[in-house]
Nanobody, 121 residues
């Protein structure tokens, strides 16, 4: 299994910044993609940003220019810098890894426990 542990998050006023970090423990797995999703109360979980081992990123339109994802796959880590935060960014942020067992083609999704980000206006 791949275990993901997030850190960072917290409460900030509108316009502020926060940084999230996530590190994976992945014995026997290769991670292809790491990233972040968020889920606000009463809403579905949605993409924030992902990054591949080749540094290809996919960033949600709502956060382009404000949030920046980076990764260090040698350290099994992914990071999210969140600038100019808005009240609408308030959500639980989940680290995600798409990984496959060594020698296998089938990929699996793994999730962290989530970290709360609260932005007050």
């Amino acid at each position: 299994q791949v275990q993901l542990v997030e850190s960072g998050g917290g409460s900030v006023q509108s316009g502020g910044s926060l940084n999230l970090s996530c590190v994976a423990s992945r014995p026997g797995f290769i991670i292809d993609v790491m990233g972040w999703y968020c889920q606000a109360p009463g809403k579905q979980r949605e993409l924030v940003a992902t990054i591949t081992g080749a540094d290809r990123t996919n960033v949600a339109d709502a956060v382009v220019g404000r949030f920046f994802v980076s990764g260090d796959f040698a350290k099994n880590s992914v990071y999210l810098v969140m600038n100019n935060l808005k009240a609408d960014d308030t959500a639980t942020y989940y680290c995600n890894a798409v990984a496959r067992r060594l020698g296998r083609a089938q990929v699996q999704n793994f999730w962290g426990a989530g970290t709360q980000v609260t932005v007050s206006s």
